[in-house]
């Protein structure tokens, strides 16, 4: 079967190649679309309760509202834990569900359950879910600093909560901004015990009237010269005065009684439990921005950043907005020392190539399967829906030796048939005999490394989640090189590995000319290109690539002959050194199984070693202190 694949690959030599322009357009459109991090998310797909419950202690809390919704929770399908906690006015109850459920359905289940778990609550509260964030949503952070001394921490936290906090929540792709710091402000109103019960009037029937007075009123219409005028009643409380002059009764002679004759009304800070602080330098407010669930971290945070930029326009004079946490340095860190390395591997694999096989149309042959199988890879990974991140990058580069390993054979054997040929036989003939020799022997190898990374698909929990993504990519990458080297590898080659690829009925120095001035002219056009347009990336790196496209021209054009394996000096080199070393292993059989027990042996210390689980960065101080 494999055997009729390459045939019809290289009769149907047009379509491969077609295919393989799409299937690089198709990989460098999803490479675009994949969402960046720097590891991958290993939390577990949760769902939290949070529920308000001012002034009752942590037993209250644990016995009215904790244990309730904990109890109606265990019922929701798919949950595996229920964990409940109880503090001073306030209760959590996570709902953790199986590995896959998706985020949004669990949510839905959960806010059934709590419909029904309502009725069973004190009266007044009022059970809300927590933002659709992951344990590792938290991506950036930033504090309210006032460099002038105007400003206090109550009007700071006021900036936060009504400038900053709703603009950023607009941002594409951000669950929640939490705000932290500061003063909360609010209307206190001290009310005097004495005088309620000289009065006689409830503590309930003076907080009715607060809450009833603030509000607006409607009427009816009244219609004046043909002209309706809309009745309406103002009452939102916009000072201490408006609360003082609220009337909660009337004493016995019929004289309204207000609420400035039983409390003092004044402004005041909302009882708070900690305290964030800046570098040691003292309180401040802030925000700490959640990235919603199944986001693009790093687009997230640099849209966060461009929206924080624009509104620092409209900030108070002296107060500034210093970041604290920046996921995205994290991120492109990891990215970045992996795409560096991901690229010298790159080279180093080229360099390899060209010095065994001292072809450089044929090196280009095997190098050219490899950015292909890589975006083959990428399109499997966005259809997934993985992120590209250190653990599935990590994968493309353990793969990238192996995935380039079926290439060189078959090129080599093909290097091999055009030796034996005395020019008679037709060149495809050739490539096509050469490819049908080894490639179902390539592919049934590559399919076989691709195997060994199955038993980690076994992994559970955080495990399978930190190493699949890494199983994913390898195999993806593997894969999708085997399936090159039945169909792709032999086109090229037939391209690829001849003498020239300019008519052969052109004399040498014909040849030799045209490699020269079409080099030239490709290098001579990209750096026009770059010079007229500058601002755009190509612009930025134009130099770069005239010389390397110009060079890559002349090369692929430059006339070549394909040279027997034993003219090449490397490999003379090395099969002289190999020769007597695998004669003399094969007569002492014995001495060679007993120092590779020997060897196996010296991992056993290892057993013990204490390894390393994740290095941390360097942490700045932006602490909250809870008492």
């Not at 010298?344 to 190539?353: D, G, K, P, Y």
């Not at 090196?363 to 991140?389: D, K, R, S, Y």
């Amino acid at each position: 079967m494999l055997e009729k694949i390459i045939e019809y690959s290289i009769r149907n030599r047009f379509l491969v190649i077609l295919a393989t322009v799409f299937i690089i357009l198709w990989g460098v459109y999803s490479l675009a679309r994949t969402p960046l991090d720097a590891i991958p998310d290993l939390s577990d797909v949760q769902v939290i309760i949070y529920t308000k419950y001012p002034g009752q202690a942590p037993q209250v809390v644990e016995d009215q509202i904790t244990y309730p919704l904990t109890t109606a929770m265990l019922a929701v399908p798919g949950s595996t834990v229920v964990r409940g906690y109880s503090f001073f006015g306030f209760s959590f109850v996570y709902i953790l569900f199986e590995d896959g459920t998706d985020l949004y359905w669990a949510r839905s289940r959960v806010l059934e359950y709590l419909n029904y778990v309502s009725g069973l609550l004190p009266e007044g509260v009022t059970p809300s879910l927590g933002p659709d964030a992951t344990g590792v949503g938290w991506v950036y952070e930033y504090a309210l600093v006032d460099r002038t001394g105007k400003y206090d921490l109550a009007q700071l936290r006021s900036i936060q909560d009504w400038y900053l906090r709703y603009e950023l929540t607009s941002v594409e792709g951000v669950s929640e901004v939490a705000s932290v710091g500061g003063f909360v402000k609010q209307y206190q109103v001290d009310v005097d015990p004495n005088k309620l019960n000289a009065y006689n009037i409830p503590l309930s029937k003076v907080k009715m009237a607060i809450k009833r007075s603030n509000k607006d009123v409607g009427g009816r219409l009244i219609e004046m010269s043909e002209i309706e005028y809309m009745v309406r009643g103002l009452g939102y409380i916009k000072g201490i005065e408006d609360i003082e002059n609220i009337a909660i009764g009337v004493d016995d002679k019929g004289t309204p009684i207000l609420v400035k004759d039983v409390a003092n009304v004044h402004l005041g800070p909302e009882l708070r439990r900690g305290i964030t602080e800046l570098d040691g330098e003292g309180e401040v407010a802030g925000g700490v921005v959640l990235m919603r669930f199944g986001g693009n971290a790093l687009a997230t945070i640099d849209r966060v950043k461009a929206k924080l930029e624009s509104l620092k326009a409209g900030l108070p004079e002296g107060v500034e907005i210093v970041p604290v946490y920046d996921r995205s340095n994290l991120i492109k860190r990891a990215v970045s020392t992996l795409k560096v390395k991901l690229i010298e591997e790159s080279i180093v694999v080229a360099l390899v190539c060209i010095i065994f096989l001292l072809h450089f149309r044929s090196a280009f042959v095997a190098i050219f399967t490899l950015p292909v199988g890589i975006l083959m890879a990428l399109i499997v990974m966005n259809f997934q829906g993985l992120n590209a991140n250190i653990m599935s990058l990590g994968g493309i580069a353990i793969a990238i030796g192996a995935m380039i390993d079926a290439a060189i054979v078959m090129i080599e054997n093909a290097h091999k048939q055009i030796e034996k040929e005395d020019g008679t036989k037709d060149h495809w003939l050739i490539i096509t005999i050469a490819a049908k020799q080894v490639g179902p022997a390539l592919f049934f190898s590559l399919l076989i490394i691709t195997f060994s990374f199955l038993p980690i698909f076994t992994l559970q929990a955080q495990e399978g989640r930190l190493f699949r993504p890494l199983a994913f990519t390898k195999t993806y990458s593997m894969a999708g090189a085997a399936l090159l080297a039945v169909t792709l590898v032999p086109v090229m080659m037939g391209y690829f590995i001849r003498t020239t690829l300019l008519p052969e009925a052109w004399s040498r120095r014909r040849q030799r000319t045209v490699a020269a001035g079409a080099s030239v002219a490709v290098g001579l056009l990209l750096w026009l290109i770059s010079v007229l347009f500058p601002q755009s990336a190509l612009g930025a790196f134009g130099g770069m690539l005239a010389v390397s496209l110009g060079a890559l021209t002349f090369l692929l054009l430059w006339p070549q002959a394909v040279s027997p394996e034993d003219k090449n000096p490397v490999n003379k080199f090395l099969i002289w050194v190999y020769k007597p070393v695998i004669r003399w292993v094969l007569h002492h059989k014995a001495v060679t199984i007993l120092v590779a027990i020997v060897l196996v042996m010296t991992l056993l210390p290892f057993r013990s070693a204490v390894v390393e689980k994740l290095p941390e960065g360097p942490v700045r101080t932006f602490a909250e202190k809870m008492d």
